[in-house]
């Protein structure tokens, strides 16, 4: 295993409308802008110990990543990630968001191995599932 300190771990996500998506996060999620950029429209917010960046789709990375030109989903059903926010309410943080206007697949469900999830969309179709951890104490 290598070894090296890691501070906190974030993900970039590419987005069609970073307007509509910016307002997703913050006004919905309560996530913070951290730094934001406009030239190309780039966020990095946060919340807690959680960091998520939000890329304008179809602009050319920065010269430290050349060639890589970040997209949004070719299919909202297939989608190759999944944002997990972890939550110790998931009925109140569930509760809370359809209240803000969010839009979910499901109401918390049970899983066999416990605790609660839902799923949630973003304004590119991104899944968010908010999971409260069973208690194995």
Avoid at 55 to 70: F, I, K, L, T
Avoid at 76 to 84: A, C, E, G, L, S
Avoid at 116 to 135: K, M, N, S
Wanted: hydrophobic share 45%; proline share 10%; net charge negative.
């Amino acid at each position: 295993m290598a070894d090296f300190a890691l501070d906190q771990a974030g993900t970039i996500l590419a987005v069609a409308d970073f307007e509509a998506s910016l307002e997703f996060y913050t006004k919905r999620l309560g996530l913070e802008p951290v730094m934001m950029f406009d030239d190309p429209p780039f966020a990095i917010l946060g919340r807690d110990s959680f960091r998520l960046c939000l890329a304008e789709q179809g602009h050319p990375s920065a010269d430290d990543s050349p060639g890589v030109v970040m997209q949004t989903l070719p299919d909202v059903m297939t989608p190759p990630i999944r944002i997990v926010l972890w939550v110790p309410d998931c009925r109140a943080a569930y509760n809370a968001l359809v209240e803000e206007g969010v839009h979910f697949l499901t109401p918390p469900i049970a899983p066999p191995w416990g605790g609660l999830r839902c799923f949630a969309t973003d304004p590119d179709g991104y899944l968010v599932e908010l999971e409260e951890l069973a208690d194995h104490g």
